[in-house]
């Protein structure tokens, strides 16, 4: 028997050090390069706010292929040549194949295991579809207690748990208040990323003390809900996120508002979540497509137009995916947050 979380960190380590997962999904740098290149001037941007210090870390977490850096640091060079000079580049990977196939296309990067150790210093960091790779626990609402999932042959097993309290009558947050009336929530599930939470109060707390801003884009809800998330992509297909482990690629919903309130106990301004279809669209995401599809032959044209729509448009990933960012108290409202 094996704690949820557990299993999970335990699977999807096995899942990115032996296989490709862009087999299995694909992501918003590998839609567009318009994505990387709108963030990699996003960071441009705070660093100015920041007042240009040099040197400043660059940081990406989970940068999968490099796509993202990549597209970024082209854009940064073309457009904000005193940025790219000042800017040290370091990536947060764990798997040891994405990081030869970064090494490749970002020879420059400094690797490390975590956001924790990365170095002391202004810090811009960008992190997409990160979090919701990182492991959940959920507990389940069974009478007045919680009991907690545990993973045993392939099938959960609930255990008492005393890991969770709920909130002070009225009060917000996590976990969400229970329906009122009968049942009182029997059976309701409700998910906690430790290692996101450990994360937002970490940056939360760094970024007060020593500058810069983080930002995050993936999806979930704007506040804690009840549900189960947890879901698994296994040759690009649904599947059951508790057998094989390893075999398929494991995520759940983002808790924003959790992740909000983490790094706002310590001293950092967070904005959003803003859906990213609006975000993408205030950093000029249909301007520079419309740009890099003139004079480009009719099909692929068309083709950059529609990448740009299938990162922006409700229905595909501009509604259920987010951008969050945490910041330096003092430091002006980033681009894409305004209110
Ligand atoms: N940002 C990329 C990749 C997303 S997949 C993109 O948008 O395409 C998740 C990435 O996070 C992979 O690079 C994976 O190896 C990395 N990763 C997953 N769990 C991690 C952890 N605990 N620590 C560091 N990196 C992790």
Redesign the pocket.
């Known amino acids: 028997m094996e704690r949820l979380d557990r299993f999970m960190?335990r699977a999807?380590?096995a899942y990115?050090a032996t296989r490709d997962?862009?087999a299995d999904f694909t992501?918003?740098?590998?839609i567009s390069q318009v994505f990387g290149e709108l963030l990699g001037l996003w960071a441009a941007v705070v660093w100015e706010s920041l007042g240009q210090p040099d040197p400043v870390l660059l940081a990406?977490?989970?940068?999968?292929?490099g796509?993202?850096m990549a597209d970024a640091l082209r854009a940064i060079q073309q457009g904000a040549a005193g940025f790219g000079a000042a800017l040290r580049l370091h990536l947060?990977?764990?798997?040891p194949r994405?990081r030869a196939e970064q090494a490749r296309r970002l020879p420059v990067a400094s690797w490390h295991?975590?956001i924790e150790s990365l170095p002391a210093g202004p810090l811009l960091l960008i992190?997409?579809?990160?979090i919701d790779?990182?492991p959940v626990r959920q507990f389940v609402r069974r009478g007045a207690n919680w009991t907690e999932r545990f993973v045993a042959d392939g099938g959960v097993v609930e255990q008492p748990s005393s890991a969770l309290t709920l909130p002070s009558p009225g009060g917000k947050g996590f976990p969400p208040p229970l329906p009122s009336g009968e049942g009182r929530g029997e059976g309701l599930v409700v998910e906690r990323c430790e290692?996101a939470l450990a994360i937002a109060r970490h940056l939360g707390a760094r970024l007060a003390a020593t500058g810069g801003a983080a930002l995050f884009l993936d999806y979930g809800p704007d506040q804690s809900t009840f549900g189960e998330s947890l879901q698994a992509l296994r040759h690009g297909r649904p599947a059951d996120p508790l057998t094989e482990p390893g075999s398929a690629?494991l995520t759940a919903h983002v808790d924003f508002g959790a992740v909000a309130a983490a790094a706002r106990a310590v001293g950092s301004a967070v904005y959003g979540p803003v859906p990213q279809g609006l975000f993408l669209a205030r950093l000029g995401l249909f301007q520079r497509t419309d740009r890099l599809a003139r004079g480009q032959p009719p099909q692929r044209a068309a083709a950059l137009i529609d990448a740009a729509r299938r990162l922006a448009e409700p229905h595909h990933m501009g509604r259920l995916f987010k951008a969050l960012a945490v910041c330096h108290p003092a430091l002006a409202v980033p681009p894409g947050f305004e209110p």
């Open positions: 960190a999807n380590a990115y997962p862009y992501t918003a740098p590998e990406e977490a989970g940068p999968g292929r796509t993202l947060v990977e764990t798997s994405l295991d975590a992190a997409n579809e990160f790779a990182l290692p690629d």
